[in-house]
């Protein structure tokens, strides 16, 4: 549940940071509904194969370097606070996008140049995989899961989450007075970032204590 | 919608005759509300009572006759506040000796459950038919009682609530009016945006916690009422951090910008009732004929519901709480109220009195109570040396 | 339909003051009716939940309520069972009782309550009982939660 709602609270962000990748395809001329669902799908696809992916790094990270520590919370509780800084400065104070969608641009380019068909998988793994704040305090979430089933159960929540935001994409024209959405998305993502922060505090405190 | 534009003149000054027979009707209902029925015997009741009636119907009887609105809403509006913090707080302490509320009182659903809690129980009340709240259902300042007041109210005004309602927004519409001038002009548009972000949050973040977000973390109308006692770490952050808001977006921000920033930058339920504004029939209208783009509804306007872009519309934003502040303000008479589905002549003062009607109904209602039960502590204060 | 509209916007302007009547009038009557259509409770997490047993002391009554675990959808990890001592006056200086709170007519928890200072102290039978959450001085007896695992 409660990587639901981080991806909920951030799925406004997510869709308005990552769309412009997707987008400019989707609402191409002579494609229909049903084929920008399928579309649709394709992305989300390899966005879930992306935060899968990186589930089954951060069991590794639990199995190979959480459990020979003594206390966690000096690991996880200061990863809270790090990435919740980083989540409220980019929702209260920078506008321009922290996630790796411009920096794979060229990537992108070559791929699609060999595999055509692959933009929307491309696309979705490229996002998927992206280093944007939520993204970064999700992963903290799942280093703490002590089965790789929990880690991956962990970001399929969270990949729930933001996917709700998605679902309206296929219907073309819904981007238009986006702006408020992006902005207001922002906030949220930051203010949920205040609650991660006291959390990383607590846990540090805590463990400090213990 | 086509526009009427043939009549652009003031309105003409209502006749003494007229204005009376218009207050006839609310002096009528004012006195229904107020006695419930019974005039009472006691003396300082009484007296109360009297004073509460007449103070409201010469408000009303000056806004008829005058054509202003907000100057003398605002009278009453932070009246509301003040009484209703005085009556609350001597309640408090008669009942319980502190503002403070221990656990034990919310087992016992002690807890008076105000209408800012309202978002945060929706989603848990769909999923779990429960309200996460420490309350009680039914009785006096129970969750369903107050839940059909917001009901009612918000089909009769829309976003109205938080300038003819919400005993918390008299406290910054107050302070707000403190200096001439602002001290700080100009707010980033995008901070107009984090009461939606704040609603999201805390409804996302109590649906997870099944407890009230918003009451716990941030609410700073907790300072004027009461809180939790402090008895962990926890809890003293909680404090730590309601009292600086109300510090800083109650008191400090509006004297600064002479606006009500915890209502037009904060606050979650505010968001909310900007979706009911969007299907009340009441709205305030901007007629372009007129408008010469002085900007002054812009400067005024307390929640920032009017900007370049909704000025070029003749409208003003979704978030507007008619207090009626740009419309006295407008050197022009642009702006006005106007009835939806009915035509667009600004010169009409029936669309203006068929919104004053309900909406000073709701604040001389809800001020009513307070202000009866403030005079009659005052007296006993006055004359006792107590308020017990 | 321009007509149509006005008139229609008239009526529903017009209406704004009886909705208002209605909603202070008949607050009572309404707050009834909302809480009967919907039938909410208060959230056990405040309430503590229902009561599912009462014990006759004589003198004072031991009320157990359900273990509460709710969460949004299903069942949260962590836990309390609350119970209550009514009525003060009848209360002895020291309450000790076995309690089952899952009704498998194994006893989990002993739970010791000093009815003047209000000190709880718990002996867990369970491995599913944790600790006492703390003790709570009602206006009719006490109260204490305990906290479970599930």
Not at chain 2, 103 to 122: D, K, Y
Not at chain 2, 138 to 148: A, H, N, P, Q
């Amino acid at each position: 549940m409660e990587a639901f709602i981080l991806g909920l609270s951030n799925g406004a962000t997510c869709i308005t940071y990552c769309a412009p990748v997707l987008v400019p395809y989707l609402l191409g001329e002579g494609k229909g509904i049903l084929r920008n669902s399928v579309l649709t799908a394709q992305f989300l696809s390899g966005r879930l194969v992306g935060y899968l992916s990186f589930a089954v790094f951060a069991w590794g990270i639990n199995r190979s370097i959480m459990q020979g520590v003594n206390k966690p919370d000096l690991i996880i509780g200061p990863a809270y606070i790090v990435f919740s800084l980083l989540l409220i400065f980019y929702g209260f104070f920078r506008t321009r996008t922290p996630c790796t969608t411009k920096c794979t641009t060229g990537l992108r380019h070559r791929l699609l140049t060999i595999w055509p068909g692959s933009l929307p998988i491309i696309a979705g793994l490229v996002t998927g995989l992206s280093f944007c704040p939520p993204f970064l305090l999700a992963f903290t979430g799942a280093m703490e899961k002590t089965t790789i089933l929990q880690s991956m159960f962990f970001f399929f929540a969270f990949f729930l989450g933001t996917s709700i935001f998605f679902i309206p994409l296929p219907f073309s024209g819904l981007f238009r007075g986006f702006a408020a959405l992006r902005i207001i998305g922002r906030m949220a993502a930051g203010l949920i970032g205040v609650y991660y922060l006291y959390s990383g505090i607590i846990m540090l405190i805590g463990g400090y204590t213990i | 919608m086509k526009k009427d534009t043939t009549d652009t003149s003031a309105i003409k000054k209502r006749s003494l005759f007229k204005t009376l027979l218009l207050c006839l009707p609310m002096m009528l209902l004012t006195f229904m509300m107020l006695s419930q029925g019974s005039i009472p015997t006691a003396g300082e009741r009484l007296f109360a009572l009297a004073v509460t009636f007449l103070f409201f119907n010469l408000l009303f009887f000056l806004m008829v006759r005058t054509g202003k609105t907000d100057r003398f809403r605002s009278i009453l509006f932070i009246t509301l506040a003040v009484v209703f913090v005085f009556s609350f707080i001597s309640n408090l302490i008669a009942v319980r000796g502190s503002m403070a509320l221990s656990q034990a009182h919310m087992i016992e659903g002690e807890t008076p459950f105000c209408h800012l809690v309202i978002p945060m129980t929706i989603i848990p009340a769909a999923f779990t038919k429960t309200i996460i709240f420490p309350g009680k259902i039914l009785g006096k300042y129970s969750i369903g009682g107050m839940f059909v007041i917001w009901i009612g109210v918000s089909l009769a005004l829309g976003r109205g609530l938080c300038s003819w309602f919400c005993f918390f927004g008299g406290l910054e519409d107050g302070f707000s009016r403190i200096l001439k001038k602002p001290i700080i002009k100009n707010i980033s548009k995008k901070w107009t945006y984090l009461p939606y972000a704040v609603l999201l949050g805390i409804v996302l973040m109590s649906a997870l916690t099944l407890s009230p977000t918003y009451c716990k973390w941030l609410c700073p109308f907790k300072t004027v009422t009461e809180y939790v006692e402090i008895t962990s770490v926890q809890v003293l952050i909680q404090t730590i951090i309601f009292v600086s808001l109300f510090i800083g977006l109650v008191i400090v921000l509006p004297i600064l910008t002479k606006r009500r920033t915890q209502c037009g930058l904060f606050c979650p339920l505010g968001a909310l009732q900007s979706v009911t504004n969007k299907t009340n029939v009441f709205e305030v209208r901007i007629d372009q004929d007129k408008c010469i783009q002085c900007n002054k509804c812009i400067k005024v306007c307390p929640t920032f519901s009017i900007d370049e872009e909704s000025l070029g519309r003749g409208s003003v934003k979704a978030s507007c709480t008619k207090c009626g502040k740009c419309i006295d303000a407008c050197p022009q008479k642009a702006l006005f109220y106007h009835v939806k589905g009915t035509s667009l002549n600004s010169t009409f003062d029936r669309y203006r009195l068929l919104f004053l009607y309900p909406a000073f109904l709701v604040l001389a209602i809800i001020t009513g109570g307070f202000m009866q039960d403030a005079i009659v502590k005052t007296i006993k204060l006055i004359t006792t040396g107590t308020i017990m | 339909m321009k007509t149509l509209k006005g008139i229609l916007g008239y009526i529903w302007a017009f209406l704004a003051i009886f909705i208002v009547l209605a909603t202070f009038m008949g607050n009572d009557y309404f707050s009834e009716q909302l809480a009967s259509a919907t039938g909410v409770t208060v959230s056990p997490w405040f309430s503590g939940g229902e009561i599912v047993k009462t014990v006759d002391h004589g003198t004072y009554k031991t009320y157990m309520h359900r273990p509460v675990f709710d969460a949004l959808i299903g069942e949260k990890r962590e836990g309390f069972v609350q119970l209550n001592w009514e009525p003060y006056e009848g209360l002895p200086p020291v309450i000790q009782e076995q309690i089952d709170y899952n009704g498998d007519s194994r006893k989990d928890f002993l739970i010791t309550l000093n009815t003047h200072t209000g000190d709880a102290t718990l002996t867990a039978q369970s491995p599913t009982v944790l600790s006492v959450e703390r003790s709570y001085r009602l206006k009719n007896g006490w109260a204490v939660r305990v906290i479970l695992k599930k």
